[in-house]
């Protein structure tokens, strides 16, 4: 199987713009999770979702926003872009088979990253 | 407030060596505790997990782990380290209640040939 596919791996925007980035799960997989990972503050947590519903969200203000597609890809958005956004920013997807607590036993499979630069 | 702990930013140790790399965490019910890895410019890897049963979990790469309870603690090991295992360290442990991921700082393992 292919695995966690991210795209754009590097991306140089400027404060104020606003950023998409893509990731496509592993075929089978149905919960998408997103991560912040900075030198400073490691990996922060910003949303999961699972069949197209987000199910939990971290501690990120509402310029970071996300969706899941039919067919398990997912996006998030940054808009008004600010430097202290430059980060690593990793999705994972995990084979979960219902969205009940049994969920929580599943590891993740990481993508590489989209390494995003604000300048 | 469910949290991870990873002690310590950095752990050397020579190669043949055993190395152990510490986690402590505090969770309101039972912990699902993971370790993954990131090699430099990759995405992270999963190790190994505990949900329950044996408090020795044995992972990917020759790596265990060895869950406690009373120390609050998930400490990861390898008997022999090998210079290939320089990298960095995340432990995590999921709050049950709302599936979230919480993660520790990260522990950078250089292993010293």
């Known amino acids: 199987k292919a695995g966690v596919t991210q795209t754009p791996r590097y991306l140089i925007k400027t404060r104020g713009q606003q950023v998409t980035l893509s990731c496509s799960p592993i075929?089978?997989?149905?919960?998408v999770s997103w991560y912040q990972q900075t030198p400073g503050q490691g990996l922060q947590f910003l949303f999961e979702?699972?069949?197209?519903?987000?199910?939990n969200k971290g501690n990120f203000p509402g310029r970071f926003s996300g969706r899941q597609f039919s067919n398990s890809r997912s996006e998030m958005n940054v808009s008004t872009l600010e430097l202290g956004d430059s980060a690593l920013y990793l999705c994972a997807s995990s084979p979960l088979r219902t969205s009940g607590a049994s969920s929580s036993y599943n590891e993740q499979f990481f993508g590489p990253g989209t390494r995003l630069t604000v300048l | 407030a469910q949290s991870v702990a990873q002690p310590e930013d950095q752990v050397n140790v020579a190669e043949g060596n055993p190395l152990t790399v510490k986690c402590t965490y505090s969770v309101s019910g039972n912990p699902y505790l993971f370790w993954y890895v990131q090699y430099p410019n990759r995405g992270l890897q999963f190790l190994l997990k505990y949900i329950t049963g044996d408090n020795l979990v044995k992972g990917s790469y020759g790596f265990e782990a060895e869950f406690n309870k009373s120390q609050t603690s998930f400490h990861l090991k390898k008997p022999s380290a090998l210079v290939s295992d320089s990298a960095l360290y995340f432990c995590a442990v999921r709050d049950g209640g709302n599936y979230q991921l919480i993660w520790g700082a990260g522990t950078k393992l250089i292993i010293k040939p």
């Open positions: 979702y699972f069949s197209e519903t987000q199910r």
């Open positions: 075929s089978g997989h149905r919960s």
